[in-house]
């Protein structure tokens, strides 16, 4: 059974660091598509960061340059880091997983197509 598990959310000031991390079971990780979505209050959940089973590597625009994804196969860990954080970085942040899937054409996966995920961590950032 695939399980997820994220940590190191918290609070920061604005500007300030935090580092998320995804603890992975059940599975290969090497073989899975890993991503972190975030959804804040009275918005729909969006996509962060993605890398595929490829090391192919994408960010939403809002957090390229600031955010860094990294997994270590070997621990089964996805870490985001995530500098000079900013108000609207505020919400809920979930790791997502689903075997195979790869980047296309630079842009993610519905997040529909991802059938695990974490129970989320949370992060917040005030001014």
Not at 45 to 66: H, P
Request: glycine content about 12%.
């Amino acid at each position: 059974q695939v399980q997820l598990v994220e940590s190191g959310g918290g609070s920061a000031q604005a500007g300030g660091s935090l580092r998320l991390s995804c603890a992975g079971s059940g599975y290969v990780y090497s073989t899975y598509l890993m991503a972190w979505f975030r959804q804040a209050p009275g918005k729909e959940r969006e996509w962060v960061a993605v890398m595929d089973i490829e090391g192919t590597t994408i960010y939403t625009d809002s957090v390229k340059g600031r955010f860094t994804v990294s997994k270590d196969n070997t621990k089964n860990i996805l870490d985001l880091q995530m500098n000079n954080l900013k108000p609207e970085d505020t919400a809920m942040y979930y790791c997502a997983a689903e075997p195979y899937l790869r980047v296309v054409g630079g842009r993610p996966p519905q997040a529909s197509r991802l059938r695990h995920w974490g129970q989320g961590t949370q992060v917040t950032v005030s001014t």
